[in-house]
């Protein structure tokens, strides 16, 4: 009976969606989402005033006043704590105490801020030591540095960064700790004290500047998502030629620190007895406050109001860093300015609109450069029932094109003029892609691209924004990005670079999509499509 109702659906709903969209030729208030207003709203939220607007900073909490004011002129309900559109997250944030903090080798010391770095937890260390080379484990991969070695009680020595072949970017939708290790999640499982660093040749570009901050600010860059969890362990980080003393008379006593493929076909060996090595982390931490922002618009309906479709874009960028041609400030424009204005101007267009049957969640999400953290935080503390979630669409990048062609092509990274990445709408029902499709036809039919509709393709996009927490809490999705163009997460991802008349067009669509879903009878079925997020890792 099932799997009747499941295949009659399947072949009604086409027909239900588009009697429905074709009562909606205008969508409701689409017509209020223009091309000036996106461009008013962008050119404060990536100006330089924000200064880049890096989780937590001063810039950050000026776009997270300037929304929330818009927000309660528009008369929506906070959706945060205690009465407010702020949902705040608490930060950790450790410096080390330079004074404090030493390392010897054998008979000599070095300098912190000089000859090393240091971070993790405080603690005194004094141990025997084992080069484990980039210390990762990857089960699925069968990448194992530590066959045949023990680290309890030692120290690990490990080279800077990810093994040959992995990116950062692969590590989104893998739990830690169980489909990998870090050198840090593994130290600690495995009873090692204490972490020391071999800087890649890339940190090593970079040594003079992050050892002035470290020397005159502290490692203010020891920022984390607050949790329960264990409070790590201590790491050292050496200098080019404190690493080189560090290995003088072992068995491999010159690095070729300019040659990863060599580095990593070093074996794993334990450093002989006669290599003594003690050295002192000293930290302090405190609590830095951030916040995601939330507000609701009430629904229409007396029953479907207690439900919601729910909008969401990431507010925040990567704030200053090194200059770059005189700049040193990464705007953000369309990483994620572009979902954060839109998401502006769909508030707009739904407050001054009719209103639909459905009540509307809008989050603009904190923190998601450095891991997701405010979707991840929203949906462990949701300020709505998740369960009365039926649909979540998400805003990453909508506002570049790539200027030579319309439709760039299944095989392309960076969508055209006319075209849009869209992922996740097949993902848990069948009828949210019918729906999404139609809308579109019957709006301005922008080019769909899926090519990265598939929570395996090797680039993993799919866990790189904020609807993959929402996803694994078993709410259907949509994404829309624009792809990876030249300026991503670089300092010339600007305003000027925008195409307005794409952007206006996208935002439209997720308009009339959210709306279309707000105004439906019944909320989207979860049909024999959906995956679980342990499957699609």
Known sequence: MIRRFLFLSLIVTPLLFSQHTSQFRQFGNVNGITESQLHDYLSFIASDELEGRDTPSRGLNIAAKFIATLL????????GDSGSYFQTIDLLRTKVIPGESNLRINDTGFTFGRDFLAGGVSSSVSARLVF?????????????PYKGISVSGKIIVVLGGLPQGIRYGDLRGKEKGKEYETPATFAQKNGALGIIVVPSDLALRSWERTRKIAVDEGEKSMMAFKTGESPGIPIITLSKSTAQLLFEGERYSSLPFEDR???????????????????????????????NICAVLKGSDAQLKNEYVAFGAHYDHLGIGIPVNGDSIYNGADDDGSGTSALIALAEAFAKGARPKRSLLFVWHVGEEKG????????????????????????????RSNPEVDSAGTDAIFSGKKEIFVFGSNMMSSQLRVLSEDVNRSLLNLAFNYRFDDPKDPMRLFYRSDHYNYAKKGI?????????????????????????????AVTKTVFATGLTLANLPHRPVIDHHAVTMDTAK
Request: aromatic share 16%.
């Open 372 to 399: 997701l953290w405010g979707s991840r935080y929203f949906t462990e503390h949701p300020t709505v029932p998740l369960d009365r979630i039926i649909t979540q669409l998400n805003i990453d990048m909508i506002g």
């Open 261 to 291: 493929d060599s580095l990593e076909k070093i074996p794993s060996f334990e450093f002989s007895e006669k290599k003594k090595v003690s050295f002192t982390v000293t930290t302090a931490t405190d609590t830095l406050v951030t916040q």
């Open 132 to 144: 484990v080379r980039h210390g990762y484990v990857f089960y699925d991969k069968k990448i194992d």
């Open 476 to 504: 259907p999705i949509i994404f829309y990005f624009d792809g990876l163009h030249e300026d991503y997460h670089k300092v010339t991802d600007e305003v000027d670079k925008i195409d307005f008349k794409k952007y206006c």
């Open 72 to 79: 309660s002129r528009w008369g929506y309900d906070p959706a």
